[in-house]
């Protein structure tokens, strides 16, 4: 998906022309992958473009730095206030937003302690992540040969830069094989998640969904959507879930906020079917949601 040029990056503190936001080459963290980022997502809404879970989302910037000792030297609060900045000046009414933590040019090797935090802030439109089609009648997902990376090799639960070389391999092997996305299974041959969304099944009127111990990112969309399952009186559960599962689920689907919520049509060429009920209720309550157009859920919007 091609990046369109937008006016601004904010790059510590300051906004910095978009064709100038650049990098030494020998910047630690291009080499070693020793960094975290965030994905948020702003929607047009009636009172104008609105950041969707915003303080969550930099609230695991900072987990996420945190578990890398990276020291991050603006707040949440900072962080936040740079967003909204930089929306409203980009005249964006929605856009993807892109948090980025990492190393300062100066220091190299594989102690990352003595190098600088350097933090940017990019936002730029886009569009639909799994595609139109996809998100109305769902993608078809191929299990990996990749094994999702366990909490002992690097942190699952935080958003670190290095981490996405086993996303990109399993997107890659799904993409070339004919496939949407991929779902990772972890060491234990559990089902994991997507390459870069969280996974939910259906079974028997239950919404079903890996735990946090399973190896997968505590996504957002994740627990946004867990709360509007509990809201709608729909019974979920977070357990642990085998391949098997995905075959025989009455319904599947991804979430995140680049993919926000996308029914799974197939698994490994299996067929799951149209988006079911529970899918398409939820999928409805989330796009309400971040267009504002459910006061109920306010308190999830940061209008610009
Ligand atoms: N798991 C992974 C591995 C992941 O990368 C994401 C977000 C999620 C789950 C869902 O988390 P949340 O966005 O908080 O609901 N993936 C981000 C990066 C996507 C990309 O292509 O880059 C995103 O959706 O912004």
Redesign the pocket.
């Known amino acids: 998906m091609p990046i369109e040029p937008v006016g601004e990056i904010w790059m510590d503190g300051v906004f910095v022309p978009w064709d100038e936001a650049t990098v030494h080459v020998l910047t630690p963290t291009l080499h070693y992958g020793w960094g975290v980022f965030?994905?948020?997502?702003a929607y047009e809404t009636a009172r104008g473009p609105a950041v969707f879970c915003h303080r969550e989302?930099h609230e695991?910037l900072h987990r996420s730095a945190r578990m890398l000792q990276l020291e991050i030297p603006f707040s949440v609060e900072d962080l936040m206030e740079a967003t909204r900045e930089l929306v409203r000046r980009s005249g964006l009414t929605s856009c993807?937003i892109r948090p980025l933590v990492y190393l300062g040019y100066g220091e190299m090797g594989l102690n990352p302690l003595p190098s600088a935090t350097r933090v940017a802030i990019a936002t730029w439109p886009w569009g639909t992540?799994l595609g139109e089609e996809g998100l109305r009648h769902g993608v078809q997902a191929k299990t990996s040969s990749w094994v999702r990376i366990g909490a002992n090799m690097i942190p699952t639960g935080t958003?670190a830069c290095g981490?996405?070389i086993n996303?990109s391999l399993a997107k890659v092997e799904a993409l070339q094989a004919g496939y949407d996305e991929a779902i990772l299974l972890n060491e234990h041959g559990e089902v994991a998640?997507?390459?870069?969304?969280?996974i939910f099944v259906v079974r028997e009127g239950t919404l079903l969904t890996p735990p946090l111990a399973a190896g997968?990112?505590?996504?957002?969309?994740?627990e946004v959507i867990i709360r509007f399952a509990g809201d709608l009186g729909i019974d979920v559960a977070e357990t642990r879930l085998l391949r098997q599962d995905l075959y025989t689920a009455d319904e599947a689907f991804f979430?995140?906020?680049?993919?926000e919520v996308v029914p799974i049509r197939t698994v490994d060429g299996r067929e799951i079917g149209d988006p079911g009920p529970v899918t398409k209720t939820l999928q409805e309550r989330f796009f309400a949601v971040v267009k504002g157009q459910d006061d109920r859920y306010a308190d999830l919007l940061d209008v610009v």
């Open positions: 965030e994905g948020i997502r989302h695991r993807y992540y958003k981490v996405y996303s998640e997507g390459s870069g969304e969280n997968v990112l505590r996504g957002v969309t994740r979430t995140g906020t680049a993919a």
